[in-house]
């Protein structure tokens, strides 16, 4: 196994912790650099490659909004990278130009080897510079890499800047973030590539306020809180229960929804679930999606039951319908839609919950981006605007 294999593996192992000092991050990114130059040296490729530099800035600061970063302090950051990463390989390039038998005879694939682990390693790189408060930049030096350029690196490592709060984020960069699973009618549905859903239009609403766009975050519910953690949307709009567990790690909105989780089953055994007790007996084939409020609540409340995982949130409700699982338990809203869109499909207690529950949009724990959500929601729902999308989300 080649030294860039192995290294990805590590990378991909410890990426989450990012324990490493920035000055060493940054020495084993331009580590690669000799690696780079024999590759294109052979290949006979030009060191520069101004599409992937674009590409390579555009991820950059992309991936520097997950921690605030001002958009301007990291593509300055980043260029500079690249031009250091550049003089590296021309020093080496130039060299194995003056001669030939010095240049290594076996070099790692660009593509498949080295670019994974300058990706991650770059990844690190940005998580490290929202905790740097000094550089030693003695610590970065490499051969083929001039003192000015080093300098140049190391003042922009300090000049890094950040937004003092998500609203700001996002009305300087004009763009709004939402993460949403799109698996969970009424309030997120994805239909080939576009969303529907009761916070989507709340999403667009939101985004009208701000006078911004959107981008719609993919995420799902077991990586709900990851994502959040990780900064890769600014808010969650996907029908999210708000509970204690997530309130440690993030914040949620005020509430615009309240409902409970409610059993729901095929019309033709309303005769034998009328109770939890009859749900939860050994003959009984009980589903549940992974990840959210009602695996938990299945895991906690139902002991007898048989209990099936199913990943598949879209597709869950003809598990019931096709006799493959006799009961799902989940939100009330949830039940009263997929009754009303299969005729085959029945609330097993109509009317009753199980439980208590409000849904929220969930922030990171940013509390001027929670004032701003809060007051906007409390105006959309003073003027009916939210109970307007509900009715119309829920009658078709």
């Known amino acids: 196994m080649s030294r860039i294999l192995i290294t990805t593996l590590i990378l991909l192992f410890t990426f989450s912790a ?10 084993q990114r331009l580590g690669y650099m000799k690696d780079v130059a024999a590759y294109k040296w052979h290949k006979r490729m030009p060191v520069e490659d101004k599409a992937r530099e674009l590409l ?32 590296i390989q021309q020093y080496w390039i130039t060299q194995w130009n003056n001669q030939p038998r010095e240049a290594p005879s076996v070099t790692p694939d660009l593509n498949h080897e080295i670019r994974p682990a300058l990706i991650l390693l770059g990844n690190q790189i940005t998580q490290s510079l ?41 009305l300087s960069t004009g763009v709004l973030r939402i993460g949403t699973t799109g698996d969970y009618a009424p309030f997120s549905l994805k239909a080939e590539d576009s969303y529907q859903g009761v916070d989507i239009d ?22 709900l809180m990851s994502d959040l953690a990780e900064g ?12 204690l567990v997530r309130q440690r790690t993030g914040l949620f909105s005020s509430a615009y929804h309240q409902g409970g989780k409610t059993p729901i089953i095929r019309c033709t055994d309303i005769d034998r679930f009328r109770t939890l007790t009859d749900i939860d007996q050994q003959s009984t084939r009980l589903v549940v999606n992974p990840g959210g409020t009602n695996q938990l609540y299945v895991a906690s409340t139902i002991h007898n039951a048989k209990i099936r995982i199913h990943e598949n949130n879209r597709t869950i409700f003809s598990e019931i319908a096709n006799n493959r699982a006799d009961v799902m338990i989940t939100d009330n809203i949830e039940v009263e839609l997929q009754s009303k869109q299969n005729q085959e499909l029945c609330a097993a207690m109509p009317g009753q919950t199980l439980t208590y529950s409000e849904k929220g949009y969930l922030l990171a724990q940013d509390i001027i981006w929670k004032e701003y959500i809060d007051v906007w929601l409390s105006q959309q729902i003073g003027d009916g605007t939210v109970s307007r999308i509900f009715s119309r989300h829920l009658a078709n």
């Open 130 to 170: 929202a905790s740097v408060t000094h550089i030693n930049s003695d610590l970065i030096r490499i051969e083929g890499l001039s003192t000015e350029t080093l300098g140049r690196l190391a003042n922009a490592i300090m000049h890094i800047q950040r937004f003092p709060n998500r609203l700001a984020q996002v």
């Open 56 to 87: 390579v800035l555009k991820n950059a600061v992309e991936h520097g909004l997950r921690f605030g970063f001002k958009p301007e302090s990291s593509r300055q950051f980043f260029q500079i990278q690249i031009e250091a990463a550049k003089e």
């Open 202 to 223: 709340m999403g667009t609403n939101l985004a009208e306020s701000l006078g911004v766009e959107i981008t719609w975050i993919a995420t799902t519910w077991p990586t």
């Open 18 to 27: 990012s324990a490493e000092p920035i000055e060493q991050l940054l020495k």
């Open 232 to 243: 890769k949307f600014d808010i969650g709009m996907s029908g999210i229960s708000i509970n």
